[in-house]
């Protein structure tokens, strides 16, 4: 359980440092670059911890595919309520198809 509170907050960083500063194209690109840096460390001081804690319990593929979808929920929740972004249905396809990958990764 450690592993997915922590990848949901290192998503939460990375998705801050990734995508926050297009809702102010005005800052300055360095300015960007140097504050998505910043907020990246702190992404980086929970996804290590929760790899290194998941590792064992799940395989890296697993891992990895846990991190995906923790990523692609916390981004629908950010675009739509920060970036005041519009989901439509064929991005809720594309999601299910996305879902339907982990099935795969983690049938036997």
Excluded at 72 to 97: C, D, T
Aim: glycine share 4%; aromatic share 22%; proline share 3%.
């Amino acid at each position: 359980m450690w592993t997915i509170i922590l990848l949901v907050f290192s998503n939460m960083f990375m998705t801050f440092a990734w995508y926050g500063h297009l809702k102010d194209p005005s800052i300055p690109m360095w300015k960007a670059v140097l504050i998505s840096w910043g907020i990246a460390f702190l992404e980086y001081c929970f996804m290590v911890p929760a790899n290194r804690i998941g590792y064992g319990t799940f395989n890296a593929f697993q891992l990895k595919t846990i991190q995906e979808v923790i990523t692609l929920v916390i981004f629908i929740a950010f675009s739509v309520i920060y970036l005041k972004e519009q989901l439509r249905w064929n991005h809720i396809v594309a999601f299910v198809f996305i879902l339907a990958a982990v099935y795969f990764m983690f049938k036997k």
